[in-house]
């Protein structure tokens, strides 16, 4: 199996799954700010770095692939806040990227799984029939990525599925995201900035159930451009779930509510037809305040970056 995007949260993530599964995949990862091989220490893995846009990739897909002919893409950008700052890198990244990786596919017919989001859906309630309607540069991005993975399937007849996860926390998350900012931040005694009035809703799943449902999912997948959605089923606010963290912690969350995101989407909500168990949300944040806890060493290194220091960093002057 080759894993793209496998240094980042969730990518990490599936290869410690396929490890406990007994494969040894290949991760192919271009190490972006998000991208870290820290991530990937005690996992089983061959690692070759190169970027999803390059031609390089094909050689590298081509000479890989034979292993064992699935190659499951989270490589992308992720960040909605850097979306809105600067929405050329998304448009390389996740549209153009991701086209290269489908010609690829053509070429070498290796069965491709492609990671997307619940956010496509924009604000409605979405079955995995149901209409995209983006609404931020990021979410745009992905949804148009979707669209040609649809349109490969259908024109060229290369095997594919797409997995639309929903919000995704637990270890090794970027600082940038939500939950290990507030975890951070009151580790730092500092406050966290909370985007308009705190009420808009997401479902939460933890990381390590997203990366057994998505193995589950090759199991059964028929390779025919079929849409697979990962709710996690627990709907809570920004501040039902910053409230929830300070319990788990032990501490006093200090809020300081600034100006909204731009075309922020008051909620994401997914229906889905598979069927799974998931872990309750106060479990898994007492699994990841643990692990961010124990871990300093992880994410010392990374909190001067702006998109964790600015209370609006879609505000901040964007560097040529
Ligand atoms: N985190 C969530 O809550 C969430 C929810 C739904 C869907 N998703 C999707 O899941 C996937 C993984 O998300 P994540 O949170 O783990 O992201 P992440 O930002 O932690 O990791 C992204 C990884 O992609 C790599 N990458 C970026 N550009 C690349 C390029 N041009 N070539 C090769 N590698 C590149 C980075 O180095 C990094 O390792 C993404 O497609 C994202 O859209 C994430």
């Not at 240094?7 to 410690?16: E, K, L, N, T, Y």
């Not at 995704?168 to 500092?190: A, D, S, W």
């Not at 079929?226 to 912690?249: A, C, F, H, T």
Request: glycine share 6%.
């Amino acid at each position: 199996m080759i894993i793209i995007g496998g240094a980042g949260f969730i990518g990490s993530a599936f290869v410690r799954e396929v490890n406990r599964r007994g494969i040894k995949p290949v991760v192919i990862d271009l190490l972006t700010y998000a991208g870290r091989m820290e991530n990937l220490i005690g996992t089983n893995h061959d690692f070759v770095r190169a970027d999803i846009r390059s031609e390089e990739i094909h050689n590298i897909l081509k000479e890989k692939e034979s292993a064992s002919n699935v190659v499951v893409n989270f490589a992308a950008e992720t960040h909605v806040d850097r979306s809105i700052y600067k929405p050329q890198d998304f448009v390389t990244t996740n549209v153009i990227g991701v086209v290269n990786l489908l010609e690829a596919a053509r070429k070498y017919d290796f069965n491709y799984v492609h990671i997307s989001t619940d956010e496509v859906y924009g604000e409605e309630c979405g079955d995995e029939d149901s209409p995209l309607k983006p609404s931020s540069p990021y979410s745009a991005s992905k949804a148009s990525a979707d669209l040609f993975v649809k349109a490969y399937v259908r024109t060229y007849g290369i095997k594919a599925i797409i997995i639309r996860p929903s919000n995704n926390y637990g270890p090794r998350q970027f600082p940038e995201k939500l939950i290990p900012k507030v975890i951070i931040r009151t580790l730092m005694g500092e406050y966290v900035p909370i985007y308009g009035d705190g009420r808009a809703e997401r479902d939460w799943i933890y990381v390590e159930d997203t990366a057994r449902i998505i193995y589950d999912i090759l199991e059964m997948a028929e390779w025919r451009g079929e849409v697979y959605n990962i709710p996690g089923g627990q709907r809570y606010s920004v501040l039902d779930v910053v409230k929830m963290i300070g319990e788990v912690m032990g501490r006093e969350v200090k809020i300081k509510f600034v100006s909204d995101r731009p075309g922020h989407d008051r909620r994401y909500c997914m229906i889905t037809k598979l069927k799974y168990e998931v872990t309750p949300l106060r479990e898994g944040l007492r699994r990841t305040v643990e692990w961010y806890l124990n871990n300093r060493w992880w994410w010392e290194p990374l909190i001067k970056d702006k998109f964790f220091v600015e209370d609006e960093p879609w505000k901040v002057k964007v560097s040529k």
